[in-house]
Structure formats: C-alpha cells, structure tokens
C-alpha cells in the first residue's frame, strides 16, 4: 500500500529533487577527504543547497506555508502551517564519508505535526507518516517492536555535545541505560533516522538531550503513526520545548522513564 495525499506528494517530491544533490555531493566528499583543506567548507555549501531545492519546492506547492529550516531560520507566512525542516541530519557523518544520514521534513498544522518524511537517500530509504493514515517504509506499512522488557532491547541515543550544559548528566543517564541492557546502546549520529528506526522496530527505543525541532518534527508523527510513544523524559509532552526526547516502542516508556529518574 501507499501513503498519498496532497502534502506527502508535495514532501516526496521535494525530497527526491533535494537527494539528487545530496547523492551527487556525497561523492565528491571522499575526494576532498584527502584534500589539504578537507570538506568542512563544501558541506556547509551542500547542506544550503540542498536546503534551498526543498525549500524552493516547498514553496512553489504551498506559497503561504510557513517555513522554520535548521540553516536559514524562519520564514513567516501562514499562521496555521508550518515545513519543519533539517536538510541534511548527520552532518558529521556526511561530512567524513559514512552513508548515514538523511533529510528531514514535517508539516505543523496549528501547533501540531500532523505528516512528516524521513529519507535517507543513499539506503533510498523513505520513512513517511499521516496523521490517521500509519507509518510507511518505501510504501510498506511499519510497526514498532514489540519487545517489552528494556533488558532485552537494542535502544540508541546521541550527544552529548562537548560544551552541553547537562553534559554530565547525560553521562550519567548512558551509563544507567548502559548497564541495564544486555546489548550495548547504538550511537548512529543521525537524531531523525535513530527515530525512524524505531518506527520501523529495529531499535526499541531512543533517548537524547538537546535535540532541535527541526531534528524530530517528521520523527514524532512517524513514531506516534507506527504505535509508538515520544514523550520527554517524564512522560509528558514537553519534549519539544524541554528539548529531551524519548521515543518508544508502547511496552518499555514506563521502563525507560524509570531509569531517566
Ligand atoms: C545532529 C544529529 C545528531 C545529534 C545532534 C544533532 P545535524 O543534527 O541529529 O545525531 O546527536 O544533536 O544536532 O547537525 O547533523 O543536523
Ligand atoms: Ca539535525
Ligand atoms: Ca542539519
């Protein structure tokens, strides 16, 4: 089966037109990799150009939209409407070479992410969600897992970040989770994919700190449409303005909360 509405066909769209620039660049970056100067300044370039077709596509579809998008910031517009977008989520990955990482796009309708696309152009994998109409993975409906003690779960997080405030709590938090699992936690370095495989059950569960709108917008309704559950990290809704997400299968949020405290 198929996930298609008007919007979803206006992400897709957009997306397909952005990864063909993504792919293109990504293989120029094994070649600047050996360059005195490196690819930090190519990638800077790269997440805008790919920024600008989606945005460009975007706004040839939808004109009154509102825009919020990682590089360029804010663009007002519509008051109910509004693209959430990361273009390319994994830079660090992009930038030394490894094949994951994704772009990121979810549509708010009055405060509320209601679809949203996860693609990893070079998997060609399209994680897509509707508010209502389920999770799809390349057009094939998703579930998340449905293992439900966290001993036995392959969970994965990200962060943290040198200079992080709560860095030593974040710490604190990976060694509990680490010692509470009997496989050891994934770091993948893309926040929206880690989300999107928990939609699709291969990871059981997700934790960070610090994460941006723009890296979970598409996230939260792919989760939530493929039965999952994203709260912070008390179980409530705050996670957007709290800024710490935890993404679940339905059996082990209790679980994981328990040992956030
Ligand atoms: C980052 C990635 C990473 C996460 C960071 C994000 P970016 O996004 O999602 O996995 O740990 O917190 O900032 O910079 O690659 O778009
Ligand atoms: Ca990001
Ligand atoms: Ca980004």
Redesign the pocket.
Same mark, same amino acid.
């Given at each position: 089966m198929k996930l298609t509405s008007a919007n979803i066909n206006v992400i897709v769209k957009a997306c397909r037109k952005a990864a063909k620039v993504l792919i293109r660049d990504f293989g120029e970056i094994e070649k600047l990799q050996v360059s005195l100067k490196g690819p930090g300044d190519f990638v800077t370039l790269s997440d805008k150009r790919v920024e600008k077709i989606l945005i460009e596509e975007l706004q040839i579809a939808r004109p009154n939209y509102s825009i919020l998008s990682?590089e360029i910031g804010e663009i007002k517009n519509d008051k109910e409407f509004k693209w959430i977008i990361?273009p390319?989520? =994994?830079? $660090?990955n992009f930038l030394h070479g490894i094949p994951h990482?994704g772009i990121s796009v979810g549509l708010e309708h009055m405060d509320e992410i209601i679809c949203g696309i996860i693609y990893d152009p070079i998997k060609d994998e399209m994680f897509v969600a509707e508010k209502g109409n389920g999770s799809y993975l390349n057009n094939q409906r998703i579930r998340v897992s449905s293992r439900s003690k966290l001993k036995d779960c392959l969970i994965v997080t990200?962060?943290p970040?040198r200079n992080l405030k709560e860095r030593e709590i974040a710490l604190k938090e990976y060694d509990k989770f680490s010692s509470s699992v009997d496989v050891p936690v994934r770091k993948? =370095? $893309?926040? $929206?994919l880690?989300m999107a495989y928990v939609a699709a059950g291969r990871f059981d569960g997700m934790w960070?700190r610090?994460?941006?709108y723009w890296?979970i917008a598409a996230g939260i309704i792919i989760i939530k449409e493929a039965g999952g559950f994203v709260t912070d990290f008390n179980g409530n809704d705050t996670y957007i303005e709290k800024k710490t997400i935890l993404a679940t299968n339905s059996r082990i949020n209790k679980e994981m909360i328990e040992v956030l405290k």
């Open positions: 990682e990361d390319i989520d =994994g830079t $660090s990482f990200g962060g970040r993948m =370095g $893309s926040a $929206s880690d960070q610090n994460l941006n890296d």
